[in-house]
């Protein structure tokens, strides 16, 4: 699903046979200006799926925009303006809100991590913990807070989770597996397995088939102990348990990446709202 998609089947849902509440009270003619302001500290993400939006509903309002998605705000800022059809401003702003708030509340939150591991070589990334359907505004928020993307679904990387190594038959059946189907389908994907154990770790160093190699739950000293044994053969990534309390720790273990569900799948929205001026 693209924005535009995503966008009039939004709409859809929230208007149905009308915003009868707008169309019973406010003349069809009326024109109104309103603002978007910010009611808490935090990072901006979304303005440009707003304007979109707008522009889907009625693309006659004219926008002024004062901000743009990365900025640092705090309570007060005026991140646009919107100038036009009163009952078109209205129709647009829940939907308007609601993708801000969550997109900023989720760049405010991975900032808050990217911040925390300054100065190591880690990267912070996303996970597929996503709200259905909205993992396209999600993980751009992520972006915008300065993360970094992991595989947007199940299509574009292998990732051979415990689970898939329980049903394989271990470590080694299930990474020759995923090289000779991606051969055989012509596949161009990264492939990343997820270990429990150092075992694990050099049963797959062995294989030589493994792009990157997660490491599942393992405290930051086992971690680092576990980026020794890689030793560059493959990237590395943490993944499991991991809060903002301690990531400072995971980083300084070496690691290449370090995966936070917690950046979609538990995130406080950013408090703004929406003004008739």
Known sequence: MDLREFIIASLNEDIGSGDHTSLSTIPSNKI??????????????GIEVALA????????LHIEVKSRDGNNVVPGDELFYVEGSVQSILKAERLVL?????????????????KTIEGTNAKILDTRKTTPLLRLLEKHA???GGGFNHRFGLYDMILIKDNHVDSAGGITPALQRA????????????????????????EVLISGIANR?????????????????????????????????????????????ISVGALTHSVKSLDLSLKII
Request: charged share 30%.
């Open 32 to 45: 109104g200006k309103a603002r978007l302001l910010v009611k808490e500290d935090g990072i901006v993400a």
């Open 53 to 60: 939006i707008f522009n889907e509903v009625d693309s006659t």
């Open 98 to 114: 609601n993708c801000m708030q969550r997109m900023s509340g989720i760049a405010t939150t991975t900032n808050k991590y990217v």
């Open 142 to 144: 992520v972006k915008i």
């Open 179 to 202: 090289k000779k189907y991606t051969i055989e389908n012509g596949l161009q994907i990264p492939i990343e397995i997820e270990t429990r154990t150092f075992e694990e770790i050099k």
């Open 213 to 257: 190699i997660m490491f599942d739950n393992f405290s930051p000293e086992k971690v680092k102990e576990a980026v020794t044994i890689v030793n560059k053969k493959a990237e590395t990534e943490a993944s499991g348990g991991i809060t903002i309390a301690n990531i400072k720790e995971y980083a300084m273990t070496g690691v290449d990446y």
